[in-house]
Nanobody, 124 residues
Framework: QVQLVESGGGLVQAGGSLRLSCAASGRTFSTYFMGWFRQASGKEREFVAAISWSGGSTYYTDSVKGRFTISRDNAKNTVYLQMNSLKPEDTAVYYC?????????????????WGQGTQVTVSS
């Protein structure tokens, strides 16, 4: 069982930056692929980024490449999402998620554990 708690969301102007954190419980954090997803009001939850067990491989949706960076610190049981050059269209609730298989990283259904989400609002 893994419990995930996100933090770091807030209100920021377009062009600004935020860093989201996701703290995981348990001693097996390093055995999970971690992902970030987001859900804007009235829309489906969508993939943002994912990172492998060791952090050696990262994956991004096209709309955030070059602006967002996912990273992890296995000693702290934490995954991060550094978001730069934020745009109003990045406004959403951001969720972190965990899965062990490392497959179909873009699909919400492949993840076993989810956090409660943190709101990110980007004003124009």
């Amino acid at each position: 069982q893994v419990q995930l708690v996100e933090s770091g969301g807030g209100l920021v102007q377009a062009g600004g930056s935020l860093r989201l954190s996701c703290a995981a419980s348990g001693r097996t954090f390093s055995t999970y692929f971690m992902g970030w997803f987001r859900q804007a009001s009235g829309k489906e939850r969508e993939f943002v980024a994912a990172i492998s067990w060791s952090g050696g491989s990262t994956y991004y949706t096209d709309s955030v490449k070059g602006r967002f960076t996912i990273s992890r610190d296995n000693a702290k049981n934490t995954v991060y999402l550094q978001m730069n050059s934020l745009k109003p269209e990045d406004t959403a609730v951001y969720y972190c998620a965990a899965q062990r298989r490392g497959s179909n990283l873009f699909r919400t259904g492949e993840y076993d554990y989810w956090g409660q989400g943190t709101q990110v609002t980007v004003s124009s």
